[in-house]
């Protein structure tokens, strides 16, 4: 029970870290095309982190 939980916690902080590059390259220069491709990119890695982390914590 434990092993899952910390497993959850690590995927919510990882999908915590990547919004957060995200953001930053983002509002770095939020014109450019590869700072938005990066942006979306983050956006979708965000929200597979925050689905694995809340799958593992109902496991």
Known sequence: ????LMVALLFFA???V???SGI???QADYKALPNRVFFLITI????WSFG???VNRCL
């Not at 029970?1 to 899952?4: F, K, R, S």
């Not at 979708?44 to 929200?47: M, Q």
């Open 24 to 26: 930053f390259a983002w």
């Open 44 to 47: 979708a890695l965000t929200i």
């Open 1 to 4: 029970m434990l092993a899952t």
């Open 14 to 16: 990882a999908g915590t």
């Open 52 to 54: 694995l982390g809340g």
């Open 18 to 20: 990547v919004l957060a």
